[in-house]
């Protein structure tokens, strides 16, 4: 784990920089689309539940090529570039609130750790989602192979994960408010548009569109056939 690559908007020299390649951008606001969906799905109703499953199935999707791209991706994507020391993350807990702070060229030490926190605790809610049914006509792929008490476990799992979901992605959208208000730092652009402005160095080159579709089709893939090769269900009535 290292520092984060920081700079002073006042640093010699600074252009605007392609920071965030487009799978990355592509990723984010897929994975906000797909959130967004599964919970009106879950909301909607019975006849909503195959869509809720396939929305959950594109979250996975999308949440293992992003686990993937963070060892092999761009520059900045990669979790090397962004996971800070616990020591360096508490201390930079001391400038989070200061109207003047650093600008980051990629993820700050927080919003590192609020990257692996958000994908974790969303391939916790698609995990457990495969294993638990309504109870009435829709049965994740893999509910017919646990026991009733695993079963019961993951569905309050799904349940309880959720409402935690909830309040980090409320706490996510403040700290992007914070920082792009509070701070002056236009995050949400970079996250639209890849650029920042920074040393002409950090900078990445390209997206590495091939490597990244390749990645992404394999994980769809792994995906697909983990759902394709689930065991039909056995029922004994
Ligand atoms: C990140 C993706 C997902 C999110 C945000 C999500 C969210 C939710 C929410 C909020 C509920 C209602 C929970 C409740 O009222 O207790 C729900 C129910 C459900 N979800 Fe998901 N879900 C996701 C992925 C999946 C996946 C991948 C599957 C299965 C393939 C799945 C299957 C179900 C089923 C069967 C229910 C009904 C459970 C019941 O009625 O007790 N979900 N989901
Ligand atoms: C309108 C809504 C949203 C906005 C404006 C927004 C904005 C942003 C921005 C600006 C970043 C980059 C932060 C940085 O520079 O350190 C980011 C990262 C991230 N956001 Fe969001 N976000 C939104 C919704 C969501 C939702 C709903 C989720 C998940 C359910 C989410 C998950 C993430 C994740 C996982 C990252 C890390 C991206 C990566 O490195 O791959 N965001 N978001």
């Given at each position: 784990?290292?520092?984060?690559?920081s700079h002073n908007r006042e640093s010699s020299n600074p252009k605007e920089i392609l920071v965030w390649d487009w799978p990355t951008r592509a990723f984010h606001w897929s994975l906000a689309l797909t959130f967004l969906g599964s919970w009106i799905t879950a909301e909607a109703g019975l006849e909503w539940a195959s869509t809720h499953m396939l929305l959950g199935y594109m979250t996975l999707s999308l949440l293992l090529f992003r686990i993937l791209w963070g060892f092999v991706g761009t520059r900045h994507a990669k979790f090397s570039s962004f996971l800070v020391s616990p020591r360096v993350f508490f201390s930079s807990l001391q400038n989070?609130?200061?109207?003047?702070?650093?600008?980051?060229?990629?993820?700050?030490?927080?919003?590192?750790?609020a990257t692996v926190l958000i994908i974790s605790v969303l391939l916790v809610q698609a995990i457990s989602g495969?294993?638990?049914?309504?109870?009435?006509?829709?049965?994740?792929?893999y509910h017919g192979s646990v026991s009733d008490g695993v079963a019961s476990f993951m569905a309050n799992l799904h349940h309880l994960n959720f409402n935690l979901i909830l309040c980090l992605v409320a706490l996510h959208l403040s700290a992007i408010g914070w920082f792009q208000f509070g701070k002056n730092q236009a995050l949400t652009k970079a996250m639209l548009?890849?650029?920042?402005?920074?040393?002409?160095?950090?900078?990445?080159?390209s997206s590495q569109t091939l490597k990244a579709l390749s990645i992404f089709f394999v994980c769809a893939s792994i995906i697909w056939l983990i759902v394709?090769?689930?065991p039909e269900p056995v029922y004994l009535f």
């Amino acid at each position: 784990m290292r520092n984060t690559e920081s700079h002073n908007r006042e640093s010699s020299n600074p252009k605007e920089i392609l920071v965030w390649d487009w799978p990355t951008r592509a990723f984010h606001w897929s994975l906000a689309l797909t959130f967004l969906g599964s919970w009106i799905t879950a909301e909607a109703g019975l006849e909503w539940a195959s869509t809720h499953m396939l929305l959950g199935y594109m979250t996975l999707s999308l949440l293992l090529f992003r686990i993937l791209w963070g060892f092999v991706g761009t520059r900045h994507a990669k979790f090397s570039s962004f996971l800070v020391s616990p020591r360096v993350f508490f201390s930079s807990l001391q400038n989070l609130f200061s109207r003047r702070s650093e600008d980051h060229i990629g993820h700050g030490p927080s919003g590192g750790w609020a990257t692996v926190l958000i994908i974790s605790v969303l391939l916790v809610q698609a995990i457990s989602g495969l294993f638990i049914s309504d109870d009435i006509f829709n049965d994740g792929p893999y509910h017919g192979s646990v026991s009733d008490g695993v079963a019961s476990f993951m569905a309050n799992l799904h349940h309880l994960n959720f409402n935690l979901i909830l309040c980090l992605v409320a706490l996510h959208l403040s700290a992007i408010g914070w920082f792009q208000f509070g701070k002056n730092q236009a995050l949400t652009k970079a996250m639209l548009l890849g650029k920042k402005t920074g040393p002409a160095v950090l900078g990445i080159q390209s997206s590495q569109t091939l490597k990244a579709l390749s990645i992404f089709f394999v994980c769809a893939s792994i995906i697909w056939l983990i759902v394709w090769l689930a065991p039909e269900p056995v029922y004994l009535f």
